[in-house]
């Protein structure tokens, strides 16, 4: 069968909805405590910075073995992880400098809308080069 509800498509939208249960925990609590620092004082983009190297971190555990049932080479997946993740800090980073520093639109909501962008790029990050299934199977085949 290769219509829309074959293996592979449900696959992906069983990981697509656990992704989105990690995200909505992770992000969620993340963004509750970026308004609380953000409201105490601390600079958007320094708030920022700290809350996505800490949401990063969750995010490696739940995403590795929930999201993507990931079983191949941690060091490898962990490197990639990291890699994606400098990209989406950074596709952030450049949002709140554009958005806020340049064109003065309120913090908030250009985090908020930062946070959805960057959760797009990431799932399509993992699933197609964090976590792979090519990377599964590569570390299940005996020698």
């Known amino acids: 069968m290769n219509g ?10 069983r990981q697509l909805i656990r992704y989105g249960f990690v995200g909505i925990i992770t992000n969620v609590t993340s963004y509750l405590v970026y308004l609380l620092a953000t409201y105490y004082g601390a ?23 929930f999201t993507f049932a990931h079983k191949g080479n941690l060091l490898g997946s962990g490197l990639r ?3 994606a993740h400098f990209i989406g800090y ?3 980073l450049a949002l709140l400098i554009v958005m806020v520093d ?18 797009i790029f990431l799932f ?6 964090v976590f ?9 085949i005996p020698e």
Do not use: C, E
Not at 132 to 140: A, E, G, K, V, Y
């Open 4 to 13: 829309l509800f074959d293996n592979k498509n449900r696959s992906s939208i």
């Open 43 to 65: 600079t958007p983009k320094i708030s920022m910075s700290f809350l996505y190297a800490l949401g990063a971190t969750l995010g490696f555990l739940g995403n590795r073995k």
């Open 81 to 83: 992880y990291l890699l």
């Open 90 to 92: 950074l596709i952030n």
């Open 102 to 119: 340049k064109f003065g639109y309120a913090h908030q909501w250009v985090q908020a809308i930062a946070i959805i962008i960057v959760a």
């Open 124 to 129: 399509l990050a993992f699933k197609y080069f």
């Open 132 to 140: 792979t299934q090519s990377d599964n199977i590569s570390n299940t």
